[in-house]
């Protein structure tokens, strides 16, 4: 009777394995579209680039204080 319970438990974690990974899969590709939608805003796009000239201006900065 042992060997019954085992083999129903295998036959369910299988199925529950399979369906894990569509949830997985669904759940990467909704945030790979949020990240798309968000790189592609305009906004966004000049906050980075403020962002990097900032950065640079004080990289700049410390190495011509040296």
Request: glycine share 8%; no cysteine.
């Amino acid at each position: 009777m042992g060997n019954v319970l085992v083999g129903a438990r295998r036959r369910d974690e299988r199925g529950m394995t399979t369906a894990e990974y569509a949830v997985g899969t669904v759940a990467s590709v909704s945030i790979v579209s949020v990240l798309i939608s968000i790189i592609n805003n305009p906004d966004f796009q000049k906050l980075l680039w403020e962002l990097i000239q900032t950065v640079f201006k004080v990289v700049l900065q410390m190495f011509a204080g040296s």
